[in-house]
């Protein structure tokens, strides 16, 4: 059974940094889209960052716009966790965070949640201002 867990979230001031982590056990990762998404209250779920696969390890990173510059997605090399380095954090990034992966499917970018097989259960980020 395929399980994604995530954990890193937690409250801070706006401007701080979190780290995300997502580890997923049951199967790798290898060469598959893995990626964040977010739900605010009242929003529908959006993606936040994810992996387009180059070749090899190699991955191309995809960042909604309101985030460039500020989140860093990574994978590690054993392809079975996702990061989400996220800096000068601000009130509107307020949600709750989802890892999402999919199996193989190519080097195509997937960017809609109806794109992703297997979620995890979600960690809360709260930015006070």
């Known amino acids: 059974q395929v399980q994604l867990v995530e954990s890193g979230g937690g409250l801070v001031q706006a401007g701080d940094s979190l780290r995300l982590s997502c580890a997923a056990s049951g199967r790798t990762f290898g060469s598959s889209p893995m990626g964040w998404f977010r739900q605010a209250p009242g929003k529908e779920r959006e993606v936040v960052a994810t992996?387009?696969?180059?070749?090899?390890?190699?991955?191309?990173?995809y960042y909604t716009d309101s985030v460039k510059g500020r989140f860093t997605i990574s994978r590690d090399d054993a392809e079975t966790t996702v990061y989400l380095q996220m800096n000068g954090l601000k009130p509107e990034d307020t949600a709750v965070y989802y890892c999402?992966?999919?199996?193989?499917?190519?080097?195509?970018?997937?960017?809609?949640?109806?794109?992703?097989?297997?979620w995890g259960q979600g960690t809360q980020v709260t930015v006070s201002s």
């Open positions: 992996t387009r696969w180059i070749s090899g390890h190699t991955y191309e990173p």
């Open positions: 999402a992966a999919r199996p193989y499917s190519g080097s195509r970018l997937y960017t809609r949640t109806d794109e992703y097989n297997y």
